[in-house]
């Protein structure tokens, strides 16, 4: 049995109950007459490059974060062994980017989900350019539809 349970984490909650008025902006988006919290693209490179590379990773999120015009709260990587896979995510004041490597198999899988003014497509090609896959897939989900 573990000795050591996980270490706990605190969450905060940016929205106080106890304000009398409601946030102005809640920021979510309206593209082509629908409304939604915010575009959810779940991109798939295969025969990408780098993939075992921490800091390579680090500089291809900041890369497609600045090409949104996000806003980077965090960024935390973890490798799993030398040569190993990555998995990690970029903490965004509109929402993340997560990364999760295969490096053996040269795939590596992101989730780019965003809010507000941002627009996570600009991410693509920047993605694309780093990574240089032999093949890039993606699929837009719009979060939060309303009706």
């Not at 106080?16 to 575009?39: M, N």
């Not at 025969?47 to 990773?57: E, N, P, Q, V």
């Not at 990555?86 to 965004?92: D, E, F, P, T, Y």
């Amino acid at each position: 049995m573990d000795q050591n349970p996980p270490s706990a984490e605190k969450s905060t909650t940016l929205v106080d109950p106890t304000l009398s008025e409601p946030r102005s902006k809640d920021y979510f988006k309206e593209r082509d007459g629908e409304v939604f919290a915010g575009a959810h693209i779940l991109v798939d490179l295969w025969g990408a490059d780098r993939l075992d590379d921490i800091d390579y990773i680090e500089e291809g999120l900041r890369k497609a974060i600045d090409a949104c015009d996000a806003t980077l709260l965090h960024i935390h990587l973890h490798r799993f062994s030398t040569g190993g896979g990555i998995s990690g995510v970029a903490v965004l004041a509109e929402s993340h980017i997560s990364v999760h490597t295969w490096p053996e198999r040269g795939f590596a899988a992101f989730d780019i989900f965003m809010c507000g003014a941002c627009v996570p497509e600009l991410a693509l090609p920047v993605l694309q350019k780093h990574f240089k896959p032999k093949r890039m897939t993606n699929d837009l989900v719009k979060r939060g539809l309303i009706g």
